[in-house]
């Protein structure tokens, strides 16, 4: 595959990847060592999918300049769709189980209104709504991943892009649209239990005997691999004419509808395609989170989205990768309660209310010392001279 | 007024500027020519503190001047009127004009009429939008904003790119009696060889990032500087 | 000869300012023209409206045999049609390599799946190679646009304007930054192209103008002053007080 040829990073970031893989799994606790957790491994999984994530916002803004603030929404609604069949199935079997002790068998509809009453009392509803019409099916549920963010994507896409809304005024419409979402999403009565949100989701149905030692390794290989394949498919893309349109719409849309260029027409594209790929980040993220809200949607998501993207260095694929893996371990280390506290006379620096300081000051000094973020500090040590802009460095 | 030895520019790792040799005296016109990417702009740059030059040595009105930031430059009176013009389109034309202010000293911040007897549409026009100018309205302003500065060297790159043949004439005029007051030393990047022809005293080709040929009005007949020019 | 393009009584506001005022214009499929005329008379404006940037509120934009109505199209739809533009300003993709500059203009299906399974073919690179030639940038052709000098911006975007191969050409000052011999270059190369295209240059080098040799309108407060050859107007009065002076 000429990709392999023609760009080192593609190779490079692959070799990487797999080692990487490898490396957890000789230390998980289901395949080697045991030296990784067993929530570590989820941890580490679970920032693959958010560099997957990232991958599909530098796509759209890094790429092609659309600075899309919404695209956790996508994120969000692959992990709801999967969530709502894991939690049918899983509760399904549970029900089944329990009336299986009765002296008369359950009819098919009493299994189905149990199940929904064990869902959805939470919400004082005991009926299923529309949404989980395919709930039940798993090959309809990994099709609606797809289906789902992807329809918003196009919608939303296409009424703001032949309005030839752009910059500012875009990022806020986006913004607007995950408001309205989360807002929809907290509501008891939508029909995705408010803000109790789908829980349980660690637990995999028809793999009820398998430990979560197994499950949390595979469902890393699952995000490593799909970071992996998006990974090639993005440089491949990117590296097609296709790739200087887009990129030639960031710079200078004007020029490329002078060249007789239906602009709208691949923005659409490629605001779409970005969608889907946070849809599917969000389905392989959610099973190992364990638990999916309207929370996660909230409009802030999408802000650290674009702040990982930026402070990994946009317009860059590696860059994404790299600013999402390390600024969101980082946030999970110090937000999650261990990292020491500081004590500076009488002023005790807690790094749970902390943390966004730092964040702040991360992206104030990338911004100043490293514009092309972390990705082009990367390629400067690399490179150690500073040589001319090559036009194939784009990848 | 600038004496300019082996003066070297890079961008990011390519070098532009291999090393050029030129003076530019008081009360002349020096002009540069020379073939695309031979590195006229960018010897603006350097010379007015737009882009910081790599190496060589500048003496700036008998003395000395390190790599100082363009605004130092600015404040020391070197004058730029840059290829494009680059007028702030949202002030207005005054605007515009008050920006050059900054350098002089707080009690003669005021607007010369002489900007306006100059160019008598930039008094018309005083109250429009740079924006709306059109380019060779746009060219005087850019021209009045860099004089108000008081420039003893004031540099001019293309200024009369895009512009209609009268008001080409007018720039011509200008630049004539500026130079003809004899206080000012003046490097006009040109293309179009009659005007700059006309008006130089001094004249350097650039090609590849060096002077490859120099020589004053009294030396050379215009054949030979045009054949120069050609090379 | 047919007429390609045909403007009839168009005129056009903004803010209160009548920048186009019941401009007609026409050029044949295979004519050269030059439109000169001062700075702020419309030139611009008159092809903003033609490429269709600009919507005129009066008048017609007839292209064609069939005489289609180019005000109801998008500017893609327009270039597609086969009219191309070089810039007053050198619009160029700075970010990316004269190469992939060129590569984006060549003239072919301009959809996004044609776009992502696009392969350069052999003649494709050909051309390239020869327009990059005719540009003066073969040796350059791996740079980044971005570091090219004015002039070369320039060059490469007339050689975009080339492997676009539309039918009409609208070329704003393509003498800009240019020396002498780049001049004559530009010239031959125009008056070439005019051969098999319809040719519109905007210029206010007059040495230019008059080796084009062709007819000229002169444009003035947005309206056409006078045309015909290049003496013509220039002998006439109007035109020499608004904009040759004496």
Same mark, same amino acid.
């Given at each position: 595959?000429?990709?392999?040829?023609?760009?080192?990073?593609?190779?490079?970031?692959?070799?990487?990847?797999?080692?990487?893989?490898?490396?957890?799994?000789?230390?998980?606790?289901?395949?080697?060592?045991?030296?990784?957790?067993?929530?570590?491994?989820?941890?580490?999984?679970?920032?693959?999918?958010?560099?997957?994530?990232?991958?599909?916002?530098?796509?759209?803004?890094?790429?092609?300049?659309?600075?899309?603030?919404?695209?956790?929404?996508?994120?969000?609604?692959?992990?709801?769709?999967?969530?709502?069949?894991?939690?049918?199935?899983?509760?399904?079997?549970?029900?089944?189980?329990?009336?299986?002790?009765?002296?008369?068998?359950?009819?098919?509809?009493?299994?189905?209104?149990?199940?929904?009453?064990?869902?959805?009392?939470?919400?004082?509803?005991?009926?299923?709504?529309?949404?989980?019409?395919?709930?039940?099916?798993?090959?309809?549920?990994?099709?609606?991943?797809?289906?789902?963010?992807?329809?918003?994507?196009?919608?939303?896409?296409?009424?703001?892009?032949?309005?030839?809304?752009?910059?500012?005024?875009?990022?806020?419409?986006?913004?607007?649209?995950?408001?309205?979402?989360?807002?929809?999403?907290?509501?008891?009565?939508?029909?995705?239990?408010?803000?109790?949100?789908?829980?349980?989701?660690?637990?995999?149905?028809?793999?009820?005997?398998?430990?979560?030692?197994?499950?949390?390794?595979?469902?890393?290989?699952?995000? *490593?691999?799909?970071?992996?394949?998006?990974?090639?498919?993005?440089?491949?893309?990117?590296?097609?004419?296709?790739?200087?349109?887009?990129?030639?719409?960031?710079?200078?849309?004007?020029?490329?509808?002078?060249?007789?260029?239906?602009?709208?027409?691949?923005?659409?594209?490629?605001?779409?395609?970005?969608?889907?790929?946070?849809?599917?980040?969000?389905?392989?993220?959610?099973?190992?989170?364990?638990?999916?809200?309207?929370?996660?949607?909230?409009?802030?998501?999408?802000?650290?989205?674009?702040?990982?993207?930026?402070?990994?260095?946009?317009?860059?694929?590696?860059?994404?990768?790299?600013?999402?893996?390390?600024?969101?371990?980082?946030?999970?280390?110090?937000?999650?309660?261990?990292?020491?506290?500081?004590?500076?006379?009488?002023?005790?620096?807690?790094?749970?209310?902390?943390?966004?300081?730092?964040?702040?000051?991360?992206?104030?000094?990338?911004?100043?010392?490293?514009?092309?973020?972390?990705?082009?500090?990367?390629?400067?040590?690399?490179?150690?001279?500073?040589?001319?802009?090559?036009?194939?460095?784009?990848? | 007024?600038?004496?300019?030895?082996?003066?070297?520019?890079?961008?990011?790792?390519?070098?532009?500027?291999?090393?050029?040799?030129?003076?530019?005296?008081?009360?002349?016109?020096?002009?540069?020519?020379?073939?695309?990417?031979?590195?006229?702009?960018?010897?603006?740059?350097?010379?007015?503190?737009?882009?910081?030059?790599?190496?060589?040595?500048?003496?700036?009105?008998?003395?000395?001047?390190?790599?100082?930031?363009?605004?130092?430059?600015?404040?020391?009176?070197?004058?730029?009127?840059?290829?494009?013009?680059?007028?702030?389109?949202?002030?207005?034309?005054?605007?515009?004009?008050?920006?050059?202010?900054?350098?002089?000293?707080?009690?003669?911040?005021?607007?010369?009429?002489?900007?306006?007897?100059?160019?008598?549409?930039?008094?018309?026009?005083?109250?429009?939008?740079?924006?709306?100018?059109?380019?060779?309205?746009?060219?005087?302003?850019?021209?009045?904003?860099?004089?108000?500065?008081?420039?003893?060297?004031?540099?001019?790159?293309?200024?009369?790119?895009?512009?209609?043949?009268?008001?080409?004439?007018?720039?011509?005029?200008?630049?004539?009696?500026?130079?003809?007051?004899?206080?000012? *030393?003046?490097?006009?990047?040109?293309?179009?060889?009659?005007?700059?022809?006309?008006?130089?005293?001094?004249?350097?080709?650039?090609?590849?990032?060096?002077?490859?040929?120099?020589?004053?009005?009294?030396?050379?007949?215009?054949?030979?500087?045009?054949?120069?020019?050609?090379? | 000869?047919?007429?390609?393009?045909?403007?009839?009584?168009?005129?056009?506001?903004?803010?209160?300012?009548?920048?186009?005022?019941?401009?007609?214009?026409?050029?044949?499929?295979?004519?050269?023209?030059?439109?000169?005329?001062?700075?702020?008379?419309?030139?611009?404006?008159?092809?903003?409206?033609?490429?269709?940037?600009?919507?005129?509120?009066?008048?017609?934009?007839?292209?064609?045999?069939?005489?289609?109505?180019?005000?109801?199209?998008?500017?893609?739809?327009?270039?597609?049609?086969?009219?191309?533009?070089?810039?007053?300003?050198?619009?160029?993709?700075?970010?990316?390599?004269?190469?992939?500059?060129?590569?984006?203009?060549?003239?072919?299906?301009?959809?996004?799946? *044609?776009?992502?399974?696009?392969?350069?073919?052999?003649?494709?690179?050909?051309?390239?190679?020869?327009?990059?030639?005719?540009?003066?940038?073969?040796?350059?052709?791996?740079?980044?646009?971005?570091?090219?000098?004015?002039?070369?911006?320039?060059?490469?975007?007339?050689?975009?304007?080339?492997?676009?191969?539309?039918?009409?050409?609208?070329?704003?000052?393509? *003498?800009?930054?240019?020396?002498?011999?780049?001049?004559?270059?530009?010239?031959?190369?125009?008056?070439?192209?005019?051969?098999?295209?319809?040719?519109?240059?905007?210029?206010?080098?007059?040495?230019?103008?008059?080796?084009?040799?062709?007819?000229?309108?002169?444009?003035?407060?947005?309206?056409?002053?006078?045309?015909?050859?290049?003496?013509?107007?220039?002998?006439?009065?109007?035109?020499?007080?608004?904009?040759?002076?004496?």
């Amino acid at each position: 595959m000429s990709i392999f040829i023609k760009n080192r990073s593609v190779p490079v970031f692959i070799g990487l990847l797999i080692l990487f893989a490898l490396g957890v799994t000789v230390m998980s606790e289901a395949y080697g060592s045991g030296a990784i957790s067993v929530s570590f491994t989820k941890v580490l999984g679970m920032t693959l999918c958010l560099c997957l994530a990232a991958l599909a916002m530098d796509l759209v803004w890094g790429y092609c300049g659309i600075l899309s603030l919404g695209h956790i929404d996508f994120f969000g609604l692959g992990g709801y769709v999967i969530g709502m069949w894991l939690m049918t199935a899983r509760t399904e079997a549970v029900v089944r189980g329990n009336l299986a002790a009765q002296p008369i068998p359950p009819t098919e509809s009493e299994i189905s209104d149990a199940t929904a009453l064990q869902i959805f009392s939470v919400v004082g509803a005991e009926d299923w709504p529309w949404m989980w019409a395919a709930s039940d099916s798993l090959f309809l549920s990994l099709l609606l991943i797809v289906a789902v963010p992807g329809l918003l994507a196009l919608v939303f896409g296409w009424l703001a892009f032949r309005s030839r809304v752009t910059g500012v005024y875009l990022s806020i419409l986006t913004q607007a649209m995950t408001l309205a979402l989360s807002l929809y999403l907290f509501q008891n009565d939508t029909g995705l239990r408010g803000n109790n949100g789908l829980s349980g989701l660690q637990n995999i149905p028809g793999a009820e005997d398998i430990g979560q030692e197994r499950i949390s390794i595979w469902f890393f290989w699952a995000s *490593a691999v799909a970071l992996g394949v998006t990974y090639i498919a993005s440089a491949w893309l990117i590296s097609s004419k296709f790739g200087n349109i887009i990129r030639g719409i960031r710079d200078d849309e004007l020029r490329v509808r002078f060249l007789g260029y239906q602009v709208e027409g691949y923005k659409l594209f490629v605001f779409t395609l970005s969608g889907v790929m946070c849809g599917v980040a969000g389905a392989l993220y959610y099973p190992q989170a364990g638990i999916i809200n309207p929370d996660e949607i909230a409009p802030i998501a999408s802000i650290y989205l674009a702040v990982w993207v930026a402070i990994g260095g946009r317009g860059r694929l590696y860059g994404a990768v790299i600013g999402a893996a390390v600024v969101s371990l980082l946030s999970t280390y110090f937000t999650g309660g261990r990292a020491p506290d500081i004590i500076l006379g009488v002023i005790q620096i807690e790094w749970v209310d902390w943390w966004p300081v730092l964040l702040g000051l991360g992206f104030v000094l990338v911004t100043l010392f490293a514009p092309k973020g972390l990705g082009g500090l990367f390629d400067y040590i690399v490179r150690k001279a500073p040589a001319e802009p090559k036009a194939e460095d784009r990848i | 007024m600038l004496e300019i030895k082996d003066l070297t520019l890079h961008y990011s790792g390519s070098q532009i500027l291999n090393g050029v040799t030129m003076n530019a005296a008081q009360g002349q016109v020096t002009c540069v020519m020379g073939t695309n990417g031979g590195g006229k702009t960018s010897l603006m740059k350097a010379i007015s503190g737009t882009h910081a030059r790599s190496g060589g040595s500048v003496r700036f009105d008998g003395a000395d001047l390190p790599k100082l930031p363009a605004h130092k430059l600015a404040q020391m009176g070197i004058g730029y009127v840059p290829q494009g013009r680059m007028i702030f389109p949202l002030l207005t034309v005054r605007e515009n004009l008050e920006t050059g202010l900054a350098c002089l000293p707080q009690a003669e911040r005021k607007i010369p009429d002489r900007i306006f007897e100059m160019f008598p549409v930039l008094k018309e026009m005083e109250n429009r939008r740079g924006g709306d100018l059109s380019g060779g309205q746009q060219q005087q302003l850019a021209i009045g904003r860099a004089l108000i500065t008081r420039p003893k060297l004031l540099l001019m790159d293309a200024p009369t790119e895009g512009i209609q043949p009268n008001i080409i004439q007018l720039i011509g005029q200008v630049i004539q009696q500026l130079r003809d007051e004899g206080e000012m *030393a003046i490097i006009l990047v040109e293309q179009y060889f009659d005007f700059a022809f006309d008006l130089a005293d001094q004249f350097y080709v650039l090609k590849r990032g060096e002077a490859v040929f120099s020589t004053s009005k009294a030396q050379a007949t215009r054949d030979e500087v045009q054949a120069a020019f050609s090379l | 000869m047919s007429t390609l393009l045909e403007v009839q009584g168009v005129s056009v506001t903004f803010d209160g300012f009548r920048a186009i005022n019941n401009l007609s214009f026409e050029i044949g499929a295979t004519e050269l023209r030059a439109v000169i005329g001062p700075n702020g008379a419309g030139k611009t404006t008159f092809m903003d409206i033609v490429t269709g940037k600009t919507r005129p509120d009066e008048g017609t934009v007839r292209w064609g045999d069939l005489g289609h109505s180019l005000l109801s199209m998008s500017e893609a739809k327009i270039a597609q049609a086969g009219i191309g533009r070089k810039f007053q300003r050198p619009t160029v993709f700075e970010d990316q390599s004269v190469y992939d500059n060129l590569r984006v203009a060549l003239k072919k299906p301009r959809g996004p799946l *044609a776009a992502i399974f696009d392969k350069t073919s052999d003649a494709d690179g050909a051309r390239i190679a020869e327009i990059a030639e005719e540009i003066g940038l073969a040796d350059q052709i791996q740079r980044q646009a971005g570091i090219l000098s004015h002039g070369q911006k320039q060059w490469l975007e007339i050689g975009m304007l080339l492997a676009q191969d539309p039918k009409l050409l609208l070329v704003d000052e393509p *003498a800009a930054g240019m020396t002498t011999e780049e001049r004559e270059h530009t010239t031959a190369l125009l008056k070439r192209l005019a051969e098999n295209h319809a040719v519109v240059v905007v210029e206010h080098d007059m040495e230019f103008v008059r080796r084009l040799d062709c007819r000229v309108t002169v444009l003035h407060e947005g309206s056409v002053l006078a045309e015909g050859s290049l003496n013509h107007v220039m002998a006439d009065d109007r035109v020499i007080e608004v904009y040759l002076g004496r």
